[in-house]
């Protein structure tokens, strides 16, 4: 992504800026976005932003290497100590931290997340996981903005396609040959029956869709069948009378009916169907066309999106979002289910800072994925395991008694003991658990219930 690009900065953007400078402790803040030849300043807390050419910049190392950098004195670090921002040339940076933002499905690095000051200090691991959290929000919100640029130039041309559709429309009323040439040039699909519902024309994208021409002979009540149609969800076959084509004969027009074309030999399409009833002169109906347009890739993106915002980018388990909706859940159904119990299992990594320390972030990215899937194996599929962030997860379990509460304690002791092989080598870490537990006689709150398990973990971790 070059520099130039814009890149929408507004309020949420801004916000996530200073709450960055905030967790840091420090009096500045700043994402950089850089290309090969620049780096942008695009939103600042404690100095104005500016343009500087990329050799000059901070951030550039972390853009290279794709983890986050921390220089508790960036005087004394060798990757830094010439740069114009320590020296006074451009700035006195001492205290300084940075965080990749990634973009896209590939992950790209855009750029950073910044915090620093003029004084040297180091920042706690936790300080910098939470740094990590935010440039993955920031990842997130410009991921957003780009997708809907995407959508707002989808629906563009979709609306050139209906405006080209309503103009042959408006043909085919007056005139009884219609011109094949020009439906077939069109990258919509576009179909046509008579009165009794017959079909009478499949262009040239319908037919690649279908992997055929039409049926002429086919009774209409077969359509669905026939030319593999289901709802939006893949996996419900149209009814006849849902077929947006009959729909647009019987009812006169159909607009924005979202189907999946799914024959056995081709590739699922989903299209999103706009179409009407055909009238002579005298107002009889003469027939029902409908154009389709292609949103497979729009919806796939937007249930890409869904996913993210959902979901851990490092180990794909839920994140803290998803695992109160969860917790809610299970407290809501306890409470209408005499004698149900939920325990909460918080997780934080002993000796996980000596991981990142000696095997660097890579290895720490990699010890995190294994544990995380070990954690699952402990729990059963009913049950929700979550990443809060940085090294701390949390285990949410429905009908659990004292017994039962144990056991899964001693299992997930045991599944994070054991050593993790990564490319950097082998790593052994431990596990702090604290557990609460909401029971029919004393029902808790989600937060207050997470609340005293995460103090039930500290106070498990300081024991030990």
Known sequence: MSVQAPLEVDAEVEAV??????????????????????????????????????????????VRAGTSVHAPDARQDDRFADNPWVTGALGAVRCYAASPIRVGAEQLVIGTLCV?????????????????????????????????????????????????????????????????????????????????????????????????????????????????????????????EEVPLLRALWEGSVDDAVIIIAPADQPATAVSCRGRALHAPDGSVTGAVVAMTDVTEQRAREAGLRNAARRDGLTGLPNRSVALERLRTALDAAGQSAGQSVGVFYCDLDGFKAVNDTGGHAAGDEVLREIAQRLERCVRPTDTIARLGGDEFVAICTHVDEPAVEAIRRRLLAAVAEPVQTEAGTFTVGLSVGIAMSLPSAPLAAAELLRRADTAMYAHKQRR
């Not at 959508?151 to 042959?168: G, I, N, S, V």
């Open 116 to 240: 620093f000051d003029e004084d040297p200090r180091r920042l706690t691991d936790d300080r910098l996981a939470r740094l990590d959290d935010l440039a993955g929000i920031l990842g997130v919100l410009f991921e957003r903005r780009a997708q809907s640029r995407r959508q707002e130039r989808l629906a563009a041309e979709a609306a050139q396609a209906r405006d080209l559709l309503e103009a042959t429309l408006a043909q085919l009323q007056s005139r009884a040959e219609f011109d094949r040439v020009l439906l077939d040039s069109v990258d919509v699909g576009i179909v046509a029956c008579d009165a009794d519902g017959r079909l009478t024309l499949f262009n040239r994208q319908t037919r690649e869709w279908q992997g055929g021409d039409i049926d002429a002979e086919l009774e209409p009540d077969a359509f669905s069948t026939a030319y593999s149609l289901f709802h939006a969800d893949g996996v419900t076959p149209v009814a006849p």
């Open 17 to 62: 800026v200073r709450l960055a400078a905030h967790v840091a402790g420090t009096t500045k803040a700043t994402v950089n976005v850089l290309d090969e030849r620049s780096q942008c300043q695009i939103a600042t807390v404690g100095f104005t932003g500016s343009r500087s050419p990329a050799v000059d910049s901070m951030c550039a190392v972390t």
